[in-house]
């Protein structure tokens, strides 16, 4: 159906009503000093989402003071003297004093407030759920200008509350003087989003890009840029930056709000655009469910990185080949993350975790190391696509081989599910809720009432009935430094450290202060366990093959492994030319011959094929070729090389799981073959037939097959 006339919302908006400036702000003359770097000014302390500061916090904390403000609260930021977080379903944002918690002002705007705000310049700036953008004075919380940064002023019912069609996250950016922010809620919807760049001394608009459904060179749907199951960005975030662009998720944008790459960069190098474009694309900090997202999503995580992948073997890949957890900072080198371990990071059943240092850049021998690995782990497994889903036989390769990143140093067991984590000077802070149980126990024995208790803990745990907990680690070892017991969780990504102290929210709607001075805190004994995190190679063989060499069963073997299977044989052949094993018959056979061979795909090898091979000579140009190509789903003859030789196909849904019976008969006389495989039929007529059967044998083309030993017998004529 048509767009109803009424809902329709034009490209250029009027300025007239959205710029609202106060009495205030004509008399405002911004702050007399610069900002402390001592401060923590906005989300995750910086533009680039760091989580980081390099002023220090020392070890030993106690609880310096405590606020109950009541409700959901939002992170915090703290900045010249004071602390803000916003009680996000009660739209008020609230001014605490860093030194004894005590409340200041407060401001009530029209929506939810999601986020904290930045302080920039003597000014507190945020968004809201109404669709307005606020700037206040930071020293009274008077308003001086408030934007709306939605294209109209409409409502609709989220979650219980009335908001704006177009709301805008708590957490504006603030990058070389400029305010961005973005207004919507998907591009498909409503008219799409809006990024705005606003002044913010002023509120003046300086420009507004409208991100919707449609490319905005070319006027086609936005869907003709979908790659595989990934499409471009279509729903906002808290967005940031690197001082080159900025950044939505994955979707980069230059400092004059223009998209810079519209199709989702891919690991396999799709999508990808105009070279100078891409150039500006950095690794960045991003979430694809967003920054906000608490839920834990199986299939979600932060990476550091700029490449996508998704749907089952897929959403998994980004998180080996570039630095990816739960949760992340980051210094000027190096990441530090708290995460799956990286066997769990696939379809498991199971999820345990660990905290990690590694380099911020991934080298190339990193990445060629964990392909090289992924066909290794899929070659260890019966199960297809085991990399994307056999934890157990991930868990007998090394960390190394399972990320690409270099590790300076990793542990396992930490006592807690870190749910906010700061990284202050060279100090590591994590704080969560308790980690009550073994998860790989508790999927082999589900029933044990033991088991089913500690099961019963962890969930009151995670949903902040026994508290958090605090745990401080040295960024330069990952030795454990102190563990306290802190009685409230914090919210999600809920901590900050600015002028020596910690800084809390709590799920419990209370804002805590630790410091060098005040009540002591519980300390609790925490010891992780060392994780080796050397370059190593793991001895796991193939799960399909057996024993030694079968090389010495066959005459010729070329770019392949033979080794023996349950159905005979296992070949693995690697590269870009077929990988053989061919038998010589004691004598050739010119009249008209049957040739078998029972043959499956096997796991290892980047692509699914298999051949039965025969000809009067072993060069493969010579050699016809009988078989399947599991992702064409077509059997098929080849006469001449694999790749360029002459092709007869037929449709084949081939099942990878399935032992196939592959009958040729071929007459050399006439040139003539005829191929059954399944219930599927075909036949070729040779242009340069053989003179005869001289070798039989099989082959794959960067593949793996397990195959019998070839029968030949001669027919009658």
Not at 46 to 66: C, F, H, I, N, Y
Not at 102 to 123: C, E, M, N
Not at 484 to 497: K, N, S
Request: charged share 25%.
């Amino acid at each position: 159906a048509a767009e109803s006339a009424s809902r329709r919302v034009p490209a250029k908006v009027a300025e007239t009503g959205r710029w609202q400036p106060s009495p205030d702000l004509a008399a405002d003359k911004g702050p007399a000093t610069s900002a402390d770097p001592a401060d923590w000014p906005t989300y995750r302390h910086d533009a680039a989402r760091s989580g980081s500061t390099s002023a220090a916090v020392p070890v030993e904390l106690k609880r310096q003071w405590e606020t109950e403000l009541g409700g959901r609260l939002s992170s915090v930021v703290v900045a010249r003297g004071k602390v803000f977080v916003a009680q996000v379903d009660a739209h008020t944002l609230h001014a605490l004093d860093a030194g004894n918690g005590k409340p200041l002002w407060s401001f009530t705007a029209g929506g939810r407030i999601d986020s904290p705000p930045t302080v920039y310049q003597g000014r507190v700036l945020f968004g809201s759920a109404d669709g307005w953008v606020y700037a206040l004075r930071a020293a009274d919380g008077r308003l001086l200008w408030r934007y709306r940064a939605a294209p109209a002023d409409r409502r609709l019912m989220a979650y219980e509350q009335l908001e704006s069609v177009w709301p805008v996250s708590g957490s504006v950016l603030v990058e070389k003087g400029v305010v961005y922010c973005v207004a919507g809620r998907s591009a498909f919807l409503d008219g799409g989003l809006r990024l705005l760049r606003l002044d913010p001394a002023t509120g003046r608009m300086l420009s507004e890009t409208v991100i919707d459904d449609r490319d905005p060179l070319t006027g086609q749907n936005l869907q003709m840029h979908v790659k595989g199951q990934d499409m471009p960005v279509a729903l906002p975030d808290i967005l940031s930056s690197d001082g080159r662009s900025i950044y939505m998720r994955a979707q980069a944008f230059d400092l004059e709000g223009r998209r810079r790459v519209i199709a989702p960069l891919k690991l396999d190098g799709r999508g990808a655009a105009d070279p100078k474009a891409l150039a500006e694309v950095g690794d960045h900090l991003f979430s694809r469910t967003g920054f906000l997202d608490d839920s834990w999503f199986f299939r979600s995580y932060w990476i550091y990185g700029k490449q996508v992948d998704s749907n089952y073997g897929g959403w998994l890949r980004p998180g080996h080949f570039a630095p990816s957890a739960r949760l992340m900072v980051l210094d000027a080198d190096r990441v530090y993350g708290f995460d799956r371990r990286p066997e769990y990071l696939c379809n498991a059943s199971v999820q345990e975790y660990y905290v990690y240092a590694a380099d911020r850049q991934v080298p190339p021998e990193g990445i060629e190391r964990v392909r090289r690995a992924t066909e290794r782990i899929n070659a260890a497994s019966r199960k297809q696509s085991a990399a994307s889903s056999d934890w157990a036989v991930r868990k007998k390769f090394s960390l190394s081989e399972q990320q690409a990143a270099r590790f300076h140093w990793a542990a396992g067991t930490p006592p807690i599910q870190a749910r906010a984590m700061v990284l202050a000077g060279r100090t590591l802070f994590l704080a969560g809720p308790p980690d009550m149980l073994d998860e790989e126990a508790a999927l082999r024995n589900p029933d044990d009432p033991a088991i089913r208790r500690q099961l019963e803990a962890q969930a009151a745990a995670l949903a902040g009935k026994l508290g958090g907990q605090l745990l401080a680690m040295s960024a330069d070892d990952g030795k454990v430094l102190a563990f306290y017991d802190l009685e409230h969780m914090p919210v999600f990504d809920g901590m900050a450290a600015a002028g020596g102290r910690l800084f809390l929210a709590t799920s419990s709607g209370r804002v805590l202060c630790l410091g060098p001075e005040g009540s002591p805190l519980r300390t609790l004994p925490a010891r992780l366990t060392p994780l080796d995190t050397r370059v190593q190679e793991s001895p796991v063989p193939p799960a399909v093959a057996t024993g030694p060499s079968k090389a010495g069963d066959f005459d010729r073997v070329v770019r392949a492994q033979v080794l023996g299977s349950e159905v005979g044989y296992y070949l693995s052949a690697t590269g870009k030319n077929l990988g053989m094993a061919l038998k010589k018959l004691p004598a050739p056979l010119d009249g008209k011959v049957k040739i078998t061979v029972r043959l499956r795909v096997a796991p290892g090898g980047q692509l699914k094929n298999a051949f039965l091979l025969f000809g009067d000579s072993p060069e493969e140009a010579r050699l016809v070729k009988c078989g399947i190509r599991y992702a064409l789903r077509q059997a098929m003859i080849i006469e001449g090389p694999i790749s360029g030789g002459k092709v007869t196909p037929r449709t084949f849904e081939a099942d990878e799981s399935r032992l196939y019976d592959v009958e040729a008969i071929v007459d050399p006389s006439s040139g003539e073959v005829a191929m059954t495989v399944g219930d599927v039929h075909l036949a070729a007529k040779l242009e340069r037939p053989p003179k005869a059967i001289t070798f039989v044998g099989c082959g794959a083309l960067n593949s793996a097959v397990e195959f019998s030993t070839p029968g030949v017998s001669r027919l009658p004529r």
